[in-house]
């Protein structure tokens, strides 16, 4: 089987920024009590004139720039999200007319919540398989702003908007990612409705019960995707968390004894940004030469749907 490895990483950041003082002009809270409980200083929101395909757009661009590889070498684009601008066109539909990718990529969103990106790296894995052309653009990009309540404190203090993309290379002789998903439908704790007549289409989160969720989903990927690959916490160049609550990491970080160098958090600058955050953490990363050629890193999401997963991701 062929497995694919990160070329080039690239992210679009809204300009808005939104402190925690800025959210204690709309709900009951404060800079301590969203620091203390999450981690989160402020966030990025679409400002006027913006709009999450120029984020999408931005960043694939910048992925594809540092990758060093030009849009006619592109064989698909997935673009996970849950908040494109448009149901149809997609956002990977406007992506390909955006970069000018040839006609015949495939192109289309998929939403798998906060674990977006890794189900759209590992359906990447699948389709660059089948492609002639060996890149392929895997982006993760959401506007939040425009699905949060407002006048639920417990929820609109987390999230951001944003977006982060990775050119991957596919190869015969690359490792796979041996991504690990999984998913227990139910909408009892977490659901943004949409379909629903007469419900306005805001997220709905018992944050008490997904934080639960969230903390024993995180070692279960990890020790899923560890087993899979017959590696150790050692082998490991980097953990990449997605970014919903500082308190999920810590835990995890604590209970695999993961070294200060390798893990990082970014929630405090951008909040929660669904499919957006593991493709911003590792934009960052990349950007500052914590990985690059050769770094063996764990990714690890989980989110609504529930859905959850793990993989381990190489840099070429
Ligand atoms: N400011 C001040 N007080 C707030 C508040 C806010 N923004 N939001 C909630 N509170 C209050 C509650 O009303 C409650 O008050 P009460 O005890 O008088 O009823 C108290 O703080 C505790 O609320 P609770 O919801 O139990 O807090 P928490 O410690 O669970 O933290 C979250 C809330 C949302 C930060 C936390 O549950 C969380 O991060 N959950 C996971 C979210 C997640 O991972 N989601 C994404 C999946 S992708």
Redesign the pocket.
Known sequence: MNGIKIRGTGRGVPSKVVTNADMAKI????DE??TT??GISHRHHLAEGETITDMTVLAARRALENAGVTPDQIGACVVATLTADTQVPSAACRVQRELGLPHDTVCFDLNA??TGFLYALHTMECLLGASERKFGLVIGAENLSRITNWAD??TC??FGDGAGAVVVECSPAYESIHAFLGCHGTDEM?RVPGVEKGVPSLVY?E??K??KF?VEAVPYCIDQVLARTGKTVDDVDFFVF?Q??AR?IDLAVRKYRIPQEKYYKNINEYG?T?AASIPLVISELHEQGKVGPGSRVLVVG???GLTWGGALVEFA
Do not use: P
């Open positions: 709900v009951e809270t404060s009590w969203i409980r999450t919540a906060c404190r417990g203090i987390l977490l989160m944050g008490t997904v934080f969230a997605h919903a609550n999920i929660n669904s989980f989110g609504g």
